[in-house]
């Protein structure tokens, strides 16, 4: 099983950016999908944005779509993701999930957070100026 570790996070201004990584040990990234969700006090969790296995083939949720940007690096066992035009709606707890032999990443089947088998501890992003 794979073992998922998140960084980046922090406090930025709106307007800002980050680079959140989810680093990858003990499996290989390659088998896995990854998604993001995020998670604020007091909601439930939300699908941000997934990636497939090999293909590479992403998707966003509406709220982030044309801010955020997926990317994975296999060779690094590690995929960030690129948080541009951050909003203060944006706070949240933001973890990465992994799925093996995940090649779908429609938004109906990686905003589920069952699909998901493994998952990292978070890290927080606060958006405030």
């Known amino acids: 099983q794979v073992q998922l570790v998140e960084s980046g996070g922090g406090l930025v201004q709106p307007g800002g950016s980050l680079r959140l990584s989810c680093a990858a040990s003990?499996?290989?990234?390659?088998?896995?999908?990854v998604g993001w969700f995020r998670q604020a006090p007091g909601k439930e969790r939300e699908g941000v944005s997934c990636?497939?296995?090999?293909?590479?083939?992403?998707n966003y949720a509406d709220s982030v779509k044309g801010r955020f940007t997926i990317v994975r690096d296999n060779a690094k066992a590690t995929v960030y993701l690129h948080m541009n035009s951050l909003k203060p709606e944006d706070t949240a707890v933001y973890y990465c999930?992994?799925?093996?032999?995940?090649?779908?990443?429609?938004?109906?089947?990686?905003?589920?957070?069952?699909?998901?088998?493994?998952w990292g501890h978070g890290t927080q992003v606060t958006v405030s100026s």
């Open positions: 999930a992994a799925r093996r032999y995940m090649l779908t990443t429609s938004q109906a089947f990686c905003s589920v957070p069952s699909v998901f088998g493994s």
């Open positions: 003990g499996a290989a990234l390659d088998n896995y999908g």
């Open positions: 990636i497939g296995m090999t293909t590479g083939s992403a």
